[in-house]
């Protein structure tokens, strides 16, 4: 069974950082890309980074220059740095990894659980 797992959420203010982890666990063939979506309450999930196993990196235009996204790939871990924090930033964020789990098997998509970043004063 393949697990998400992240770590790293809380309450910061404008202007502050914090960084969020996420360890992929269980059995798998290999990991593709990884990357980071969030979704602040009544509106929809979107994309705030991406990174390839090559280390591609892909930013959503509102946190470009703000965010940095990278991956530890002995860990199967992804991290995201978040900078100049902003009230609008605040939402519920999920870890994804696209990947295989047998050699044989297709890849396929598996989220994390979510952890909560709050932006405010």
């Known amino acids: 069974q393949v697990q998400l797992v992240e770590s790293g959420g809380g309450l910061v203010q404008p202007g502050g950082s914090l960084r969020l982890s996420c360890a992929a666990s269980?059995?798998?063939?290999?990991?593709?890309?990884m990357g980071w979506h969030r979704q602040a309450p009544g509106k929809e999930r979107e994309l705030v980074a991406t990174?390839?196993?090559?280390?591609?990196?892909n930013y959503a235009d509102s946190v470009k220059g703000r965010f940095t996204i990278s991956r530890d790939s002995a860990k199967n871990t992804v991290y995201l740095q978040m900078n100049s924090l902003k009230p609008e930033d605040t939402a519920t964020y999920y870890c994804?990894?696209?990947?295989?789990?047998?050699?044989?098997?297709?890849?396929?998509?598996?989220w994390g659980q979510g952890t909560q970043v709050t932006v405010s004063s």
């Open positions: 994804n990894a696209n990947l295989r789990r047998a050699v044989w098997d297709r890849a396929n998509d598996y």
């Open positions: 269980g059995r798998f063939f290999s990991v593709n890309a």
């Open positions: 990174i390839t196993a090559g280390g591609t990196t």
